[in-house]
């Protein structure tokens, strides 16, 4: 049967298109910003007359069902529904058991945790004196076992893609994603342009997440999105329950978002309609017609903005989802053996944790140690281990030796590994266990991150400034920090490297950073909530008026809020810091030259930057993070080499350029 993509279309007509929220099963926030890209989406579903005629032809039938009673046979069938998930995990080299590339095992965990509120088997799950409310819907959610070929798979893939985790685009999703009539697809990435989540329908069928707010409560709403629910809070018309609000008797009309004031115990009652419609189809008619008559708001339902209250779907709402599986989504639900449970894979390795040691920012050689683990049945005695640093192999061992299945070992690198300047994305992956193809390549890889801006020779500690008690009235109320220090005359280079403690768990809780001529440098990272400081944001800055800035031994950094979402009093500490990096001006020799006699020759141990404005020769035996910078040329001389694991880079720039 061919699927019919209805739930945008309906969220036109009811003015409802796009969510978000702040973490939404702890908070009660109501909606921050509307998703512009679906909003553009359902202005041209609007202008789509064949669409619209789909829709309203949907609505019909389903208002038919409702008032013919088919409703109450239909429900004495109890068919559970197993619906197949897999999960797709856009990250951009985020270490795995982190929000933006949860473990298999966290995975697992919260579509089992979702599924539980879909049988209303949650822990804590409430009871109602209302009959309508805590409904078990009869639908589960189970992780995919077998691919769309009928392969083994752990229904959890995951993509290293620095680009495509920020805001992807629809087509990029629908590129990837598995047979949408068959499986849940479900998308986690890094940013997705607003929302903590969505449902995409119309000619796409999946839903996408926020990283930092992924939840189980959040999969619960977004999939009642999937199988045609709206939100709960549409309006106060009741005339008609089947086609007024969100088409669902059983909820109480509602015209606004979110608890309103209220608490989940002591609910507020938003509409005063709930008897207008006197039909049979109303269970909140009046007494005197046999109904319940008004009821307060129903803020446990999933389908609100009340994350800290979800607890329940409802009767009508769980009629409603099954009539649109009955109904368009017929191969999914019949598509239940892709769950069927599957033994462990027999060769399954994997990397699970890399730990780091750096001794401080300015040095480029790190240590570094990991886990491999064995996933499979087999006892491995042999796999291939690799290294990256930003995409490039760096050290790759054939281990051996005798893990079991299940069990897992730390391994130190014996060698110290050199760091380029900047941010280094490293990986450690695993290959051929046992000389075999790895079953499930998905878990092979884990990831770190370490900042180096080596090689400096001094530093200007940390400064932090709390925030400007405006901060969440938005630009324009900026937070200065000083930097005060003894500079020197000339720098080569200067890094400011800048972070923020408090609400900062969204890309929109950020500030733009300028320097002290008011020039834009860049944009602190969002970390989390009263969690420490975000992730480092290092810039190197333009020397131009670095003279006139040192005048008083003060640099000043300037931050400016992008939004009106930070709260400048959220946490115990809500500060902005900045801290300085920098390399003094060592001269520019002439050249580096046989002719001069000043040819770089001999070992080279040490990290180190030569630069001229001139030629540059060298038969140097390079054994650390090295860069060279002519203005002109580099010749490499007989005798020249760079040593295994070492990073070198020639570039044609010149001194300090």
């Known amino acids: 049967m061919k699927k019919i993509n209805i739930l945008i279309l309906q969220m036109i007509l009811a003015m409802a298109t796009a969510h978000a929220q702040s973490n939404p099963e702890s908070n009660d926030h109501s909606l921050y910003e509307l998703c512009h890209t679906h909003l553009k989406e359902a202005l041209m579903m609007k202008s789509d007359k064949k669409q619209k005629a789909l829709s309203e032809e949907y609505e019909l039938k389903y208002q038919q069902f409702i008032k013919s009673g088919q409703k109450k046979n239909k429900n004495k069938k109890n068919i559970l529904y197993t619906l197949p998930v897999v999960v797709h995990i856009i990250h951009p080299g985020s270490a795995m058991g982190s929000d933006e590339?949860?473990?298999?095992?966290?995975?697992?965990?919260?579509?089992?945790?979702?599924?539980?509120?879909?049988?209303?088997?949650?822990?804590?799950?409430?009871?109602?004196?209302?009959?309508?409310?805590?409904?078990?819907?009869?639908?589960?959610?189970?992780?995919?076992?077998?691919?769309?070929?009928?392969?083994?798979?752990?229904?959890i893939?995951?993509?290293?893609?620095?680009?495509?985790?920020?805001?992807?685009?629809?087509?990029?999703?629908?590129?990837?994603?598995?047979?949408?009539?068959?499986?849940?697809?479900?998308?986690?990435?890094?940013?997705?342009?607003?929302?903590?989540?969505?449902?995409q329908g119309g000619i796409y069928d999946f839903t996408v997440y926020l990283a930092s707010c992924y939840n189980p409560?959040?999969?619960?709403?977004?999939?009642?999105?999937?199988?045609?629910?709206?939100?709960?809070?549409?309006?106060?018309?009741?005339?008609?329950?089947?086609?007024?609000g969100d088409r669902v008797c059983d909820t109480p009309p509602k015209g606004n978002s979110g608890s309103n004031g209220f608490t989940c115990d002591t609910p507020g009652d938003d509409c005063n309609t709930d008897e207008n419609d006197t039909s049979a189809n109303n269970p909140y008619r009046a007494t005197?017609?046999?109904?319940?008559?008004?009821?307060?708001?129903?803020?446990?339902?999933?389908?609100?903005?009340?994350?800290?209250?979800?607890?329940?779907?409802?009767?009508?709402?769980?009629?409603?989802?099954?009539?649109?599986?009955?109904?368009?989504?017929?191969?999914?639900?019949n598509n239940n053996n892709a769950c069927i449970p599957i033994p462990l894979f027999s060769h399954d390795t994997g990397i699970a944790g890399i730990n780091i040691q750096q001794e401080e920012i300015c040095v480029g050689e790190v240590d570094v140690d990991f886990t491999l683990s064995n996933y499979g049945s087999a006892t491995i005695n042999g796999v291939i281990i690799e290294m990256k640093i930003n995409e490039v192999i760096v050290w790759s061992q054939n281990w051996t030796?005798?893990?079991?299945?299940?069990?897992?070992?730390?391994?130190?690198?014996?060698?110290?590994?050199?760091?380029?300047?900047?941010?280094?994305?490293?990986?450690?992956?695993?290959?051929?266990?046992?000389?075999?193809?790895?079953?499930?390549?998905?878990n092979d890889s884990d990831f770190n991150s370490i900042l180096s801006i080596a090689p400096c020779d001094f530093s200007i500690p940390q400064s932090c400034t709390d925030m400007n008690t405006n901060t969440e009235a938005g630009p324009g109320n900026t937070t200065l920090v000083n930097l005060t220090g003894s500079y020197p005359t000339e720098a080569g280079t200067i890094n400011?490297?800048?972070?923020?403690?408090?609400?900062?768990?969204?890309?929109s809780e950020t500030f733009d950073v300028y320097d002290e001529s008011n020039v834009l440098i860049g944009r602190t990272n969002f970390g989390q909530d009263c969690d420490g400081q975000s992730p480092l944001n290092c810039i190197e800055l333009s020397l131009n008026n670095y003279q006139n800035?040192?005048?008083?031994?003060?640099i000043t950094i300037t931050f400016d809020p992008i939004s009106t979402d930070?709260?400048?009093?959220?946490?115990?500490?809500?500060?902005?810091?900045?801290?300085?990096y920098i390399r003094e001006s060592t001269g520019c020799p002439p050249e580096y030259s046989e002719n001069n006699g000043n040819n770089l020759t001999g070992p080279q141990n040490t990290n180190a930057l030569f630069e001229t404005n001139g030629i540059m020769q060298s038969n140097q035996v390079i054994n650390a993070n090295v860069d060279y910078r002519s203005g002109i040329s580099i010749e490499m001389l007989e005798g020249f080499e760079v040593k295994v694991n070492r990073i070198f880079s020639a570039i044609i720039g010149g001194c300090d350029n």
């Open 101 to 155: 590339n949860p473990s298999d095992a966290q995975i697992r965990s919260s579509i089992l945790a979702s599924s539980e509120r879909f049988r209303h088997m949650q822990a804590g799950a409430n009871t109602y004196t209302n009959p309508n409310y805590g409904a078990d819907t009869e639908i589960e959610l189970c992780i995919a076992t077998k691919d769309p070929s009928g392969n083994n798979t752990s229904g």
């Open 157 to 199: 893939i995951r993509y290293l893609d620095p680009i495509n985790t920020i805001d992807p685009s629809l087509d990029y999703l629908n590129s990837i994603e598995w047979d949408d009539s068959k499986y849940l697809n479900i998308f986690i990435a890094k940013d997705i342009g607003g929302p903590c989540g969505y449902y």
């Open 217 to 244: 409560g959040l999969v619960a709403h977004e999939l009642g999105h999937h199988f045609s629910l709206n939100h709960t809070f549409i309006g106060c018309e009741n005339d008609d329950c089947t086609a007024d």
């Open 288 to 333: 005197a017609l046999g109904g319940l008559g008004n009821q307060p708001d129903m803020l446990e339902n999933f389908m609100d903005y009340t994350g800290n209250c979800w607890d329940s779907f409802t009767e009508g709402q769980k009629t409603r989802m099954r009539f649109n599986l009955d109904n368009t989504r017929v191969d999914l639900i």
């Open 401 to 442: 030796g005798s893990l079991q299945s299940t069990m897992s070992i730390t391994i130190n690198i014996p060698n110290v590994i050199s760091l380029e300047s900047g941010q280094n994305l490293i990986e450690i992956s695993t290959s051929l266990p046992n000389g075999q193809i790895d079953e499930n390549q998905n």
């Open 496 to 507: 400011v490297c800048v972070s923020v403690e408090g609400d900062n768990n969204f890309f």
């Open 549 to 554: 800035w040192i005048v008083d031994d003060v």
């Open 566 to 580: 930070i709260n400048p009093q959220l946490c115990n500490t809500n500060q902005v810091c900045a801290e300085l």
